[in-house]
């Protein structure tokens, strides 16, 4: 049913389907009750002019049968029609403004999605250039480290071999050399983190985890890069050890606390402090007495190659790329890396506080307890003389 | 006499800083700038190791290294700028003794020259630098575990942990005796520590961490070290052999 009224108002559709529809109505309007009274008056002639069946009162019947049939039944049969054809045109009218209505939305709607999928087109190509750009700028990288590591091997080994005889050189000589042997060891430095970022961009770079006690670790990397300055360590006693990659979170360590060292003033101390934050992560806080970072600025940290640089002048020395490395470790062993700053009310050293939550070592499934042996255990054990 | 290094590199500057270098510490060097013609040197020479560069025109080092392989067992150390896992485990595959990542510092290079000379120099001998027990192998030169030639990724301190319990095998360290020698003694309180670097070092080594063949547990004293064919269901109830 809906399928024929569609299909009707398809193909009785626009303005001249309307029209000519008006004209056809308008003509039976007329036409049918002008017919009908011109039977009536026919059959009513017939019936008392030339039949003899009403031959009584012929006259009055007549014209009471003519002015009902011939007059007063196609009058009202007249405005019947009328009022039908009023609702009959404004019917028409709306199905024309709906379906007038119903192009104009398909037409905005085709015309709105082929916006859209135009749009999608450029995005799609903006983010393949981009990801080609991405791709490019890591190749390059790579590349160009990788070019720069044979030169620095070949200057290395000079200055090696320069050093090898020192005595035969004059001390001005031997102390440039050795500077030069440091300027190549940073550059070195500096070479091997970019290769090291580009491979953890590419996704190349893979972790090699296992438990990591983590006591041990800060005391090592404390004592080989603070010297003359108080450091405050909290570990809580019987803290399980963590599970990451302990080269790796050796170096997020060294970053860290080799940050909060450059940044505060001689003396003053450095607090380090580890607490569990639930059964599965712990949370090592590094706090210095620095200058702070401000809170717009904080964001910026973790970019790389980002300095916080207040005009012409940068606020410290580095590559920007510690931070950065520090916290994409952080995450590729689940864990994260923030920042908070002020942490004390001192205007001249306002301070900054590290986090970085890494997650504990999953528990070991029960074996035989090595630290306690039944006595029959014992008793066979003392005469064991691996045992001493 | 002295013995005769063959360096494969093409880098000009670093191979003659190289020679000069070797030739001061008292070696012969013969030198080659791609890797047909180090082959070609190698024919004349008979060095007693190979430092072969990997990045090289016209037959690059894994080409080199291969044919080498096919006619030789001589020494080789790998200089390359790539340190990626992949790349090491495919020169320890092809038959590389060694493997040196550029930029290196001329004296490592020369103490990993001396270590791999010395270690073939005593080949057939019990060699210093190397544990081995059953299929179990570690090369405390190169820091290198290695399992039917399977290498495998132990951390530092796992090494070190398993190193201190080959290095007297049989022994039974209590899990204190454990962590002084590894951690250091200011951590003896810490020994909460063994029993998890116990069971992640047996499932990187072990071929079944719930039947272990190497590490064993005495119950109640500690851990020791042995190779043992069958099942390690007795070692938790039984002592070890003296």
Request: glycine fraction near 6%; include cysteine; charge should be negative.
């Amino acid at each position: 049913m809906q399928r024929w009224r569609v299909l009707w108002v398809q193909t009785s559709s626009g303005p001249e389907a309307l029209e000519r529809s008006v004209r056809f109505v308008h003509y039976l309007r007329w036409s049918v009750p002008v017919f009908l009274s011109l039977i009536a008056w026919l059959f009513e002639i017939w019936e008392h002019v030339f039949s003899t069946r009403y031959a009584e009162q012929r006259l009055l019947n007549f014209s009471a049968e003519v002015l009902v049939f011939g007059f007063l039944g196609p009058v009202l049969i007249f405005l019947i029609l009328t009022l039908t054809t009023r609702f009959f045109v404004l019917w028409k009218q709306a199905l024309l403004h709906l379906h007038e209505l119903n192009q104009n939305l398909e037409h905005l709607v085709a015309e709105r999605t082929c916006e859209l999928e135009a749009k999608n087109r450029a995005l799609e190509q903006a983010n393949r250039e981009l990801r080609q750009l991405d791709r490019l700028k890591s190749d390059f990288i790579a590349l160009v480290s990788h070019e720069l590591v044979t030169p620095l091997t070949t200057i290395n080994g000079g200055l090696e071999l320069l050093l090898q005889g020192r005595e035969t050189l004059p001390p001005d000589a031997q102390q440039r050399l050795v500077f030069l042997q440091g300027e190549v060891a940073r550059l070195t430095r500096l070479v091997g983190r970019i290769l090291q970022v580009s491979r953890l961009e590419a996704g190349k770079l893979h972790l090699n985890c296992g438990p990591v006690a983590l006591r041990p670790l800060l005391q090592r990397v404390v004592d080989s890069l603070v010297q003359q300055r108080p450091v405050d360590i909290v570990v809580p006693e019987h803290l399980p050890p963590l599970w990451a990659d302990e080269v790796y979170l050796e170096e997020m360590l060294r970053n860290l606390i080799g940050n909060a060292v450059k940044y505060t003033p001689p003396g003053s101390p450095i607090h380090i402090q580890v607490h569990p934050r639930s059964s599965q992560y712990v949370d090592i806080t590094i706090t210095d007495h620095g200058p702070g970072i401000p809170p717009d600025k904080q964001h910026h940290l973790f970019t790389p190659f980002s300095q916080i640089v207040q005009g012409e002048r940068r606020e410290s020395s580095g590559w920007g790329l510690g931070l950065y490395l520090t916290r994409r470790l952080a995450e590729l062993h689940r864990g994260r890396l923030w920042v908070e700053s002020p942490v004390w009310d001192d205007p001249q050293g306002p301070g900054s506080r590290f986090h970085l939550e890494m997650p504990i070592a999953p528990e070991v499934e029960p074996e035989g307890d090595p630290e306690h042996a039944s006595e029959e255990e014992a008793a066979a054990y003392a005469g064991d003389p691996a045992h001493h | 006499m002295p013995e005769t290094l063959l360096i494969i590199d093409d880098d000009e500057a670093l191979v003659e800083l190289l020679e000069s270098y070797f030739t001061g510490l008292g070696y012969r060097v013969a030198t080659a700038r791609n890797g047909q013609e180090g082959l070609e040197r190698f024919r004349a020479v008979q060095p007693d190791l190979v430092l072969l560069d990997v990045t090289m025109p016209k037959m690059d080092g894994w080409t080199a290294l291969r044919r080498l392989r096919d006619v030789s067992d001589v020494p080789v150390i790998m200089l390359t700028v790539r340190n990626e896992e992949a790349n090491i485990l495919r020169g320890f595959t092809l038959g590389a003794d060694d493997y040196v990542t550029k930029p290196f510092s001329f004296a490592e290079l020369a103490a990993r020259v001396r270590a791999v000379l010395n270690r073939v120099r005593h080949k057939g001998q019990v060699d210093a630098g190397i544990l081995q027990a059953g299929d179990l192998v570690v090369d405390l030169a190169t820091r290198r575990v290695t399992r039917r030639g399977q290498l495998l990724r132990l951390t530092p301190t796992e090494f070190k942990l398993l190193v201190t319990l080959m290095e007297q095998p049989g022994r039974v360290f209590s899990p204190e005796e454990i962590v002084r020698k590894v951690w250091g003694p200011e951590y003896v309180d810490e020994v909460g520590y063994v029993r998890r670097y116990i069971w992640h070092l047996r499932k990187k080594i072990e071929p079944d961490p719930e039947r272990p063949r190497y590490i064993h547990n005495q119950r109640g004293f500690g851990y020791y070290f042995q190779v043992s064919d069958a099942p390690d269901e007795a070692s938790v109830t039984s002592p070890p052999p003296p």
